[in-house]
């Protein structure tokens, strides 16, 4: 039974930073694409971040580029979103992600992601 379990959200304020952990049971996330998606309050989840399970690219939203980094830890089985400069509107549920579709027109779908955590919070407060 595959069971991703992600931690690290919390409460902070604008311009900090938090690292959000994603780790795997039943599954192998070095042959896994891993995203990370986010459900802010009263929105739909949207794409944040995600690394291919070959060759390891990473691809990022446009308003996260430059301040989340993606990274991977196949000797852990563990993907971990580092988030700096944090904005208000980064206020969100965050999701770990994984699935075996490695296409980059569907990299930011939830619908090409076949395992889901239950999320973590994290609070951003200007």
């Known amino acids: 039974q595959v069971q991703l379990v992600e931690s690290g959200g919390g409460l902070v304020q604008a311009g900090e930073s938090l690292r959000l952990s994603c780790a795997a049971s039943g599954l192998t996330f070095s042959t896994s694409t891993v995203g990370w998606f986010r459900q802010p309050p009263g929105k739909e989840r949207e794409f944040v971040a995600a690394v291919f399970r070959s060759g390891g690219r990473t691809y990022y939203a446009d308003s996260v580029k430059g301040r989340f980094a993606l990274s991977r830890d196949n000797a852990k089985n563990t993907v971990t979103l580092q988030m700096d400069g944090l904005k208000s509107e980064d206020t969100a549920v965050y999701f770990c992600?994984?699935?075996?579709?490695?296409?980059?027109?569907?990299?930011?779908?939830?619908?090409?992601?076949?395992?889901w955590g239950r999320g973590t919070q994290v609070t951003v407060s200007s």
């Open positions: 992600a994984a699935g075996q579709r490695q296409i980059l027109s569907t990299v930011r779908l939830p619908s090409a992601y076949n395992y």
